[in-house]
């Protein structure tokens, strides 16, 4: 795989903020002249992964650290090893949660343990986001996106 590859971007929603925030990335990553493509976590095969190259991960956590209905499978499969061994790819998770629950992002975390298991290398480190996400995903985007322009 070149490096031309584009960045894949996964969301895992509930409410559709995840969504908004993958979205929103991808149009930062093409104004910085890199090329997005975004998947929903509900329609991706983990052992996909295997093929990507530079990979965000925007997932919420639903109740005790529960990933969102749609995106159970990818997460559970991940999890599972199921992905396989992953050390041709690069990531980061931006986990969004409720600090009001004791597992706070608990989706977020457990998506970057089962990656770095796998071998994949982080990029950045997870960003864990409250219910008042914007300025936290912002300066996260912003670091990602900087991090891959070089």
Not at 13 to 21: C, D, K, P, R, V
Not at 35 to 60: F, G, H, M, P, Q
Not at 112 to 136: C, M, N, Q, W, Y
Request: proline share 3%; net charge negative; glycine share 10%.
């Amino acid at each position: 795989m070149s490096d031309d590859q584009p960045i894949k971007i996964i969301f895992g929603t509930m409410t559709g903020n995840a969504e908004e925030l993958a979205n929103d990335l991808a149009d930062k990553l093409g104004e910085a002249g890199l090329s997005a493509e975004v998947a929903d976590a509900a329609e991706y095969d983990v052992t996909n992964l295997k093929n990507e190259r530079k990979v965000a991960i925007v997932i919420s956590t639903w109740g005790e650290g529960d990933p969102p209905d749609d995106a159970e499978d990818f997460c559970f499969d991940l999890y599972d090893g199921k992905a396989g061994e992953l050390p041709e790819m690069e990531f980061s998770v931006c986990s969004l949660g409720d600090s009001s629950y004791d597992d706070f992002c608990g989706c977020g975390r457990k998506v970057e343990e089962s990656l770095t298991k796998a071998g994949a290398k982080k990029i950045l480190d997870r960003v864990d986001l409250d219910v008042d996400f914007e300025e936290g995903y912002e300066e996260w985007a912003v670091k990602f996106v900087n991090v891959l322009k070089g």
